[in-house]
């Protein structure tokens, strides 16, 4: 099975940006849809972004405008560039294949690292 390992959280101010990497440990080309998922404390698992092989993207309305996910298939890995962060953004944020569909809302995903915190403070 393919292992992912999420990076590049931390911690920002309001408005800042971040750029979380998902370095897969082989090439995921046998999955056609890519995707990032978030979970805060208490909250259920919201599906953020998805992109599939041929490069198109989706994403959910609370992201769209100021979140890009991208893929660099020569490096086995997927981005999520976020910028204009708001405090409600603050959460562990995963990678992985989702279930079914390549719809950024699927919040069901075969697997995924150990996801990589970010907060974001007011």
């Known amino acids: 099975q393919v292992q992912l390992v999420e990076s590049g959280g931390g911690s920002v101010q309001a408005g800042g940006s971040l750029r979380l990497s998902c370095a897969a440990t082989?090439?995921?080309?046998?999955?056609?849809?890519m995707g990032w998922f978030r979970q805060a404390p208490g909250k259920q698992r919201e599906g953020l972004a998805t992109?599939?092989?041929?490069?198109?993207?989706r994403y959910a309305d609370s992201v769209k405008g100021r979140f890009t996910i991208s893929q660099d298939n020569a490096k086995n890995t997927l981005y999520l560039q976020m910028d204009s962060l708001k405090p409600e953004d603050s959460a562990v944020y995963y990678c992985?294949?989702?279930?079914?569909?390549?719809?950024?809302?699927?919040?069901?995903?075969?697997?995924w690292g150990q996801g990589t915190q970010v907060t974001v403070s007011s």
């Open positions: 992985g294949p989702p279930r079914s569909i390549c719809v950024a809302s699927n919040n069901e995903y075969y697997y």
């Open positions: 992109i599939d092989r041929i490069g198109t993207t």
């Open positions: 082989r090439y995921t080309a046998s999955h056609y849809c």
